[in-house]
């Protein structure tokens, strides 16, 4: 009886089982390694933030804390909103206009962190200062911010950021 080279036999079913086992046993033994590198859950908790927007009202603003940021919502009054309407790109340090800024005309939402050197600006609560814009004033070194989170006057390069958020219903915002 002569054997067939193109014939399989036993011998290449043992080293096809083998390379598999080897190769599923490696892959099960890295797993571990690999998955401990994901974000733990309160890492994936921080990612993202539902605000409730209800209990705030016309003219008022609140910090909430997203991933270790200040973040800075504020109900728009009618004329904060047509003041930074109004305002032409030309007289602003870093050009974008309002209603690029926001998704409901009425709602502003920027992370509280001055663009300059990481300070926390002024003009959440009534009493504070809002610089010479009626926005946020940052009095570590002088930036002034419009109703709409512009830099107006002062070393601060840019606006404040604005972060990615999206309206879940009609009183509440995800932000991140």
Request: net charge negative.
């Amino acid at each position: 009886m002569a054997i067939d080279a193109e014939e399989p036999d036993r011998r290449d079913f043992l080293v096809l089982a083998a390379g598999a086992f080897v190769a599923v046993g490696g892959a099960m033994t890295l797993w571990p390694f690999i998955d401990q590198m994901n974000p733990d859950a309160g890492a994936q908790a921080l990612a993202s933030i539902e605000v409730d927007l209800a209990p705030v009202k016309e003219g008022q603003a609140i910090t909430v804390l997203w991933r270790g940021k200040p973040v800075f919502v504020r109900y728009r009054t009618a004329e904060e909103i047509q003041a930074a309407r109004a305002t032409p790109l030309s007289q602003l340090k870093d050009p974008q206009p309002d209603q690029a800024r926001v998704q409901r005309d009425q709602w502003l939402v920027v992370v509280g962190i001055c663009t300059h050197l990481g300070c926390v600006p002024l003009g959440q609560r009534p009493t504070d200062a809002r610089g010479d814009y009626n926005g946020w004033f940052c009095p570590c070194h002088g930036s002034h911010y419009d109703t709409s989170g512009r830099i107006r006057v002062g070393p601060a390069p840019t606006n404040l950021v604005v972060p990615g958020y999206s309206f879940t219903s009609d009183t509440q915002i995800r932000i991140g």
